[in-house]
């Protein structure tokens, strides 16, 4: 005996960015969460994310011409703010086992989107430049960093019960605790990235960060996977600091 279904959740983030802008505006981190059960086959290809904004692509980096929302009408410090969201999506089987006497639930597949939204997205008309321009993609490449940790951890829980809802109900525990605290290191992340380098203003810190963010864009799991191991990462940058 099998039921299939599935779990949605986004999280959405908008990170400013720019000379002299040192807090976080437009909102900070917000999260936006939605979850659906239900109980047919779930099909993988039927997220709308991707029409709604620009997906992230190694070979596709953002363009000024991206960024098509207004600036905010009353002045303001900050020169750019992104907005981005992440997307997630997991089928699920619950099936039961005769020889444990309990029921089993397990991934069937997971899909993770990490996307831009050009007209939540903005620069102050005159401050377009290369280096703000490259702070704002690693904002983007930051979340990428943590959409493939979440597909990678997402695709590994699994959960047992004496009943059909009792396995779903541990599997759907699990699998919002997984996302939820991979999700909420990326919001500290993005807070850290952005405090280190000034919000893009400090030339030496960005450069060690574009290198930090290119390891972890080709090792997901390098990156720190919770506060704590963030806490822990971030020591170990500061002691590196005043090595130098």
Same mark, same amino acid.
């Given at each position: ?151 990678? /951890? !997402? ?7 004496? *009943?059909?809802?009792? %396995? ?5 525990? @699990? $699998? ?14 993005? /807070? !850290? ?7 893009? *203003?400090?030339?030496? %810190? ?5 290198? @930090? $963010? ?14 704590? /191991? !963030? ?14």
């Amino acid at each position: 005996m099998t039921e299939l279904g599935g779990l949605d959740n986004p999280l959405r983030l908008a990170t400013p960015g720019g000379l002299g802008y040192h807090s976080r505006s437009k909102g900070g981190d917000a999260m936006r969460a939605c979850v659906v059960f239900f109980f047919i086959v779930v099909s993988l290809v039927s997220l709308p994310l991707a029409a709604d904004g620009i997906q992230w692509a190694v070979n596709q980096p953002l363009r000024w011409a991206d960024f098509r929302g207004a600036p905010p009408s009353q002045p303001m410090l900050e020169a750019a703010s992104i907005d981005m969201r992440v997307t997630w999506h997991v089928a699920y089987t619950v099936s039961y086992d005769p020889s444990r006497s309990c029921w089993t639930g397990r991934i069937d597949g997971v899909t993770v989107e990490n996307t831009m939204d050009p007209y939540g997205s903005w620069v102050v008309p005159g401050k377009e430049n290369r280096g703000l321009l490259n702070h704002e993609q690693r904002h983007f490449d930051l979340n990428e960093v943590y959409a493939l940790r979440l597909r990678a /951890e !997402l695709c590994r829980v699994s959960a047992t019960g004496k *009943t059909a809802d009792a %396995a779903k109900h541990a599997l759907s525990e @699990r $699998i919002n605790g997984t996302a939820a605290q991979i999700l909420s290191t990326l919001s500290a992340m993005q /807070e !850290l990235y952005d405090d280190e380098t000034g919000h893009g *203003t400090d030339p030496s %810190a960005q450069a060690e960060w574009d290198i @930090r $963010i290119d390891s972890w864009l080709a090792r997901p799991e390098l990156a720190p996977a919770t506060v704590g /191991e !963030l806490a822990v990462d971030f020591g170990k940058m500061v002691i590196q600091s005043k090595k130098r």
